[in-house]
């Protein structure tokens, strides 16, 4: 604001003006806020080089969410887990199956190939392992036996392998404290 209590014009409020104005019209805006429409008229058509303090204390509440612009961009959460997550290819796994890696990440490798066995052992016949580039080969395999049982089997074999793997983490975590 400058010592004639009006505020220079520039291009922010200007735009805001005219963003506003796309919402209502010019006599809408006139009677909301009680300027004269030759005025905002002048406004818009940049020949008021200057705008009153009075005349801004009443238009500045309609333009101010024009003139704030969206809120700051956060910075993204850090990523944690694999990268299955986030590969193109595997967006549309069921989260049930991402539940499953992220279990059998925790098992060591001996222990994964268990896991295998005793899906494999449920099933009445061998399963194919999924062809998913994102996945290593016994993710495949995993993957694969899994989506070949039943689903009230899965329901099963998930919240069995959910209780090993909680414990796992727990003593994995013991270890480190």
């Given amino acids: 604001m400058n010592e004639k209590n009006e505020k220079s014009s520039n291009n922010e409020w200007l735009d805001a003006i005219e963003k506003y104005s ?31 303090n009075e005349t801004w204390d009443k238009i500045y509440p309609l333009l101010k969410p024009y ?21 193109p290819e595997l967006v549309e796994m ?19 190939k268990q896991i295998i066995r005793e899906f494999a052992a449920r099933l009445p ?9 994102s996945l290593s080969q ?3 395999e995993l993957m694969g036996n899994y989506l070949a049982l039943p689903q009230e089997v899965r329901d099963e074999e998930l919240a069995k392998l959910t209780v090993k793997a909680t414990a796992e983490a727990r003593r994995q975590r013991s270890e480190l404290f």
């Fill in 67 to 87: 003139l704030e612009g969206p809120e700051p961009i956060k910075a993204p959460p850090p990523r944690i887990g694999a990268a299955y997550r986030r590969h």
């Fill in 94 to 112: 069921l989260s049930e199956q991402k539940v499953l890696l992220d279990e059998f990440a925790i098992f060591s490798d001996k222990e994964k």
């Fill in 125 to 133: 016949a061998p399963a194919e392992p999924t062809a998913f580039e």
């Fill in 138 to 140: 016994i993710e495949n």
């Fill in 22 to 52: 796309d919402n209502l019209s010019f006599e809408d805006i006139s009677r909301l806020n009680g300027i004269r429409l030759e005025l905002l008229r002048r406004y818009l058509d940049r020949r008021a080089k200057n705008i009153r």
